[in-house]
């Protein structure tokens, strides 16, 4: 049984939320910061899981990227709408959002 570096895997996710802030929202990093530390407090208990079992080969890549994906919808984005961003650009960090995590889950491993 492997053991999957959770830690390293949110320090990786924390690193290229801002990489995608600083292509997505350029003006708004600190608000992109907060609602990707507020994403993955909200899909931590899932991610601890799904992080593990496709450490231990439970779970296929395509498969963890489906379930990530799966919670896109969690990643609400609130201080980006606050901050008066766009609806398009709000969809672009989200999904730049769940591209890190899944990439950062696969560096991890």
């Given at each position: 049984m492997a053991?999957?570096?959770f830690d390293k895997f949110l320090d990786a996710v924390k690193s290229?939320?801002?990489?995608?802030?600083k292509t997505e929202a350029k003006d708004f990093i600190e608000d992109t910061k907060a609602d990707g530390d507020a994403f993955m407090e909200e899909m931590k208990k899932d991610l601890l899981v799904w992080t593990e079992q496709?450490?231990?080969?439970?779970?296929?890549a395509d498969e963890f990227e489906f379930l990530v994906k799966g919670k896109k919808d969690l990643a609400k984005m609130e201080a980006l709408?606050?901050?008066?961003?766009?609806?398009?650009?709000v969809d672009a960090v989200r999904k730049g959002v769940m591209k890190v995590v899944v990439t950062a889950a696969l560096a991890t491993l």
């Open positions: 053991t999957f570096n290229g939320v801002v990489d995608v802030a496709l450490s231990d080969g439970l779970l296929t709408m606050r901050a008066g961003v766009g609806a398009a650009k």
